[in-house]
């Protein structure tokens, strides 16, 4: 199992240097991909202009939105986003991308909410079409640059549950998957990647809550749900978690930490290196 490390919740305007700092560290570490989240209605960072400014900073870790609110953004414009972000890290993205769960964030793009399933469907089939080379929609010239990776970048669709993660839950969960992907005639297996916030130190408990408060605030349901299982405040709770999706059948973990404090890299690198 490949252990990818992200960014925390908040990016707020002078974080710039320190996820600067990370991703080469990451590039350098032992880590497989470095992840950022998508939000409208919050102190982050855009992703996909981020993720064109670590492309040119690192050289190995794949770049992975984890995830992108796909409905928030037109389909053509964000298959051009994407392949340039692809082509320009060398076939590196991995375009991590969901419905979104949070109407605020429509109302300020401003995008539809409630239909935001069946666009999302509809945005999918665009994009493959334009990755592969197609003239869509009468227009005179296919959409450029051609990405890096064949098809276009890697795709990941993403989806949350309300509850904590128990083995028999979670191994439904991916035996569904699995029978999905043959019942619509994909080859191979499909590639599951999932995401946990991870502290360590003095106060990093603290540190895990305050991080789900400011994310989850103004959704008491699932903020309480979030809070049941932020455990993942000591190197055993971490190294726990790494095991259980490693028993799993996990491809990838990425852990996100809480704060971008420094000591936070070191301490969960050192975790990663002994787990």
Not at 4 to 20: N, Q, V, Y
Not at 40 to 63: G, Q
Not at 170 to 187: D, I, K
Not at 231 to 257: C, M, Q, W, Y
Request: hydrophobic content about 45%; aromatic content about 6%; overall charge neutral.
């Amino acid at each position: 199992m490949k252990i990818g490390i992200g960014l925390p919740f908040r990016t707020s305007r002078d974080s710039w240097p320190a996820i600067e700092a990370l991703a080469r560290k990451a590039d350098e570490g032992p880590y497989s991909s470095f992840a950022v989240i998508d939000r409208l209605a919050y102190d982050n960072y855009e992703p996909l202009i981020m993720l064109a400014a670590l492309a040119s900073v690192t050289r190995r870790v794949r770049l992975m939105t984890a995830v992108l609110v796909g409905p928030l953004r037109r389909s053509g414009v964000l298959a051009k986003q994407a392949a340039t972000i692809d082509a320009i890290s060398c076939g590196r993205l991995s375009l991590g991308i969901a419905v979104g769960s949070r109407e605020d964030d429509a109302l300020v793009a401003p995008s539809g909410f409630h239909d935001r399933g069946r666009r999302f469907n509809r945005q999918l089939d665009l994009m493959r079409r334009i990755w592969r080379g197609e003239i869509v929609n009468d227009a005179q010239r296919p959409v450029g640059p051609e990405a890096a990776q064949s098809g276009g970048p890697e795709l990941l669709i993403g989806g949350t549950a309300p509850r904590a993660l128990d083995r028999e839950w979670a191994a439904g969960v991916l035996q569904q998957v699995n029978e999905s992907w043959q019942r619509h005639g994909r080859e191979g297996r499909p590639r599951i990647v999932a995401s946990v916030l991870a502290a360590l130190g003095t106060g990093a408990e603290d540190a895990l809550r305050g991080a789900f408060a400011d994310y989850y605030g103004s959704d008491p349901a699932r903020l309480e749900a979030r809070l049941a299982r932020a455990n993942l405040s000591t190197p055993e709770a971490i190294r726990d978690a790494i095991a259980f999706h490693r028993e799993l059948g996990t491809d990838e973990l990425v852990l996100k930490p809480a704060s971008l404090a420094p000591d936070q890299f070191e301490r969960l690198t050192d975790v990663v290196a002994n787990a």
